[in-house]
T-cell receptor, first 114, second 114 residues
Framework: AQTVTQSQPEMSVQEAETVTLSCTYD???????LFWYKQPPSRQMILVIR??????QNATENRFSVNFQKAAKSFSLKISDSQLGDAAMYFC???????????FGEGTQLTVNP | DTGVSQDPRHKITKRGQNVTFRCDPI?????LYWYRQTLGQGPEFLTY????????KSRLLSDRFSAERPKGSFSTLEIQRTEQGDSAMYLC????????????FGPGTRLTVT
């Protein structure tokens, strides 16, 4: 069974600083997909960044980057130059085959302090 | 706004009543997913469709729950004989198909069972 664990229920960061959110997962598949989704208060969940397990290069999207450690089954999200609009609940998610269901972690509530 | 809509946004019902929620995906998306999210937790998968075919159902989807996508467009999720434990946010997501990785989420329907 696939599982995703986020061990940081809450994190805070100063505006313009960098923060890293942690995620570990378990799957028996060798090819799979990992995601970070952002859920702002009372707003729809949106995709932040994705990583295909067969790719060794870590994904980057503007201020967001990941550290994907396949052997350790670790997938952390780094947010650089944090902005007030980054404040949200962040979910790590695993998808074992393209187009199939997502398995989410418990989430990390990120607060950005001005 | 991701383009996925859900109706109603909020539903309060008494225990034992039946409720039905609707999801309208992005028009060209042929896969549609239902998730349930309880307070402070990550979304949990319920079921998903490719066009009108229901491809997978979670064990969470008891026999009181039924989902349909009759014409491969909108979908409905019905809960019969609601229980207080059904109180949650019900999220819908859609994607273009098997090769598409990003699931676009709707705003959710918040169900409160009193």
């Amino acid at each position: 069974a696939q599982t995703v664990t986020q061990s940081q229920p809450e994190m805070s960061v100063q505006e313009a600083e960098t923060v890293t959110l942690s995620c570990t997962y378990d799957t028996s598949e060798s090819d799979y997909y990992l995601f970070w989704y952002k859920q702002p208060p009372s707003r729809q969940m949106i995709l932040v960044i994705r990583q295909e397990a067969y790719k060794q290069q870590n994904a980057t999207e503007n201020r967001f980057s990941v550290n994907f450690q396949k052997a350790a089954k670790s997938f952390s999200l780094k947010i650089s130059d944090s902005q007030l609009g980054d404040a949200a609940m962040y979910f790590c998610a695993l998808q074992e085959t393209s187009g199939s269901r997502l398995t989410f972690g418990e989430g990390t509530q990120l607060t950005v302090n001005p | 706004d991701t383009g996925v809509s859900q109706d109603p946004r909020h539903k309060i019902t008494k225990r034992g009543q039946n409720v039905t929620f609707r999801c309208d995906p992005i028009s060209e998306h042929n896969r549609l997913y239902w998730y349930r999210q309880t307070l402070g937790q990550g979304p949990e998968f319920l079921t998903y469709f490719q066009n009108e075919a229901q491809l997978e159902k979670s064990r969470l989807l008891s026999d009181r729950f039924s989902a349909e996508r009759p014409k491969g467009s909108f979908s409905t999720l019905e809960i019969q004989r609601t229980e207080q434990g059904d109180s949650a946010m019900y999220l819908c997501a859609s994607t273009k198909g098997r090769s598409s990785y990003e699931q676009y989420f709707g705003p959710g329907t918040r169900l409160t069972v009193t």
